[in-house]
């Protein structure tokens, strides 16, 4: 079971917001998190200072949360075997998506990119079939 805490969700997804806003009014660029990690694995893009910076301050910010006292409290209810073919997967529908979940969703919905839009109905009508059939099929 998942616990919904209300006030920490729309605090990230207003940060989520402000960073991609302030990342295309700087940098003209789409906070896609895959394309940005790309652009720091060899070759390196000419900018890959910025896209540094920027997965180094995904990772800080969790960190500096519990260092001032935060908790961040998660559990993982599935084995590591599901785990790595989940991230196999998703690598394939970021690949055949042409992109990955925060960059259609996030910022192509915001410029109301039709394929971002399909991208993310496809996302998201697969993530609700998929906890169906895991809850109520297969009963994990």
Same mark, same amino acid.
């Given at each position: 079971?998942?616990?919904?805490?209300?006030?920490? =969700?729309?605090?990230?997804?207003? @940060?989520?917001?402000? =960073?991609?806003?302030?990342?295309?009014?700087?940098? !003209? %660029?789409?906070?896609?998190?895959?394309g940005?990690?790309?652009?720091?694995?060899p070759?390196l893009?000419?900018?890959?200072?910025? %896209?540094?910076?920027? @997965?180094?301050?995904?990772?800080?910010?969790?960190?500096?949360? $519990? *260092? $001032?006292?935060?908790? $961040? *409290?998660?559990s993982?209810? #599935?084995?590591?075997?599901?785990? #790595?073919?989940?991230?196999f @997967?998703?690598? @394939? !529908?970021?690949?055949?998506?042409?992109?990955?979940p =925060?960059?259609?969703?996030?910022? !192509?919905?915001? %410029?109301l990119?039709? %394929? =971002?839009? #399909?991208?993310?109905?496809?996302?998201?009508?697969?993530?609700? *079939?998929? #906890?169906?059939?895991i809850r109520h099929?297969?009963?994990?």
């Amino acid at each position: 079971m998942t616990d919904f805490t209300p006030f920490q =969700s729309l605090l990230g997804g207003a @940060l989520i917001g402000l =960073s991609a806003v302030l990342l295309m009014a700087f940098h !003209g %660029r789409i906070a896609g998190m895959t394309g940005i990690l790309t652009g720091i694995l060899p070759p390196l893009a000419s900018d890959w200072q910025w %896209r540094a910076a920027f @997965l180094a301050g995904a990772v800080a910010a969790p960190l500096l949360f $519990i *260092a $001032i006292g935060g908790q $961040i *409290a998660f559990s993982v209810p #599935v084995p590591m075997l599901a785990l #790595v073919v989940g991230g196999f @997967l998703v690598g @394939l !529908g970021v690949h055949f998506g042409a992109g990955c979940p =925060s960059g259609h969703g996030i910022c !192509g919905i915001a %410029r109301l990119s039709p %394929r =971002s839009i #399909v991208a993310v109905a496809i996302f998201m009508v697969t993530a609700f *079939a998929t #906890v169906f059939i895991i809850r109520h099929v297969i009963g994990g």
